[in-house]
Nanobody, 132 residues
């Protein structure tokens, strides 16, 4: 079973940057989708970004496009979320998540699957707070 553990959350000022990390274990590339989700105060869970099942492509939510970047270090089984130009609406518990997929699994497919999954495999989360 996939296991995920996030780190890197912090409190920053508006306009600041952060890098979140997620160590992933027992993950089989090509059969699972990996990505980031977040849940802010009094808000429903929302997708942030995802990789295609083969890890070659990425997909971003409109709210973060151009500001956030996901990447991965396969040698260290680690996924990253680089966040820049943060604003108070980015305040949330961020967690990395994985779901199994049958089929090709484009980045958009993976993003939608992760966002809609009722119980994705996920880490405990790391808190990001952006002060105005």
């Amino acid at each position: 079973q996939v296991q995920l553990v996030e780190s890197g959350g912090d409190s920053v000022q508006t306009g600041g940057s952060l890098r979140l990390s997620c160590v992933v274990s027992a993950y089989t590339k090509g059969r699972s989708c990996l990505g980031w989700l977040r849940q802010g105060p009094a808000r429903e869970r929302e997708g942030v970004a995802a990789f295609s099942a083969d890890g070659a492509n990425t997909y971003y939510a409109d709210a973060v496009k151009g500001r956030f970047t996901i990447s991965q270090d396969n040698g260290k089984n680690t996924m990253f979320l680089d966040m820049t130009n943060l604003n108070p609406e980015d305040t949330a518990l961020y967690y990395c998540a994985a779901v199994t997929i049958s089929g090709k699994g484009t980045a958009g497919d993976c993003y939608r699957l992760l966002r809609a999954a009722s119980k994705p495999a996920r880490g405990p989360g790391t808190q990001v707070t952006v002060d105005s």
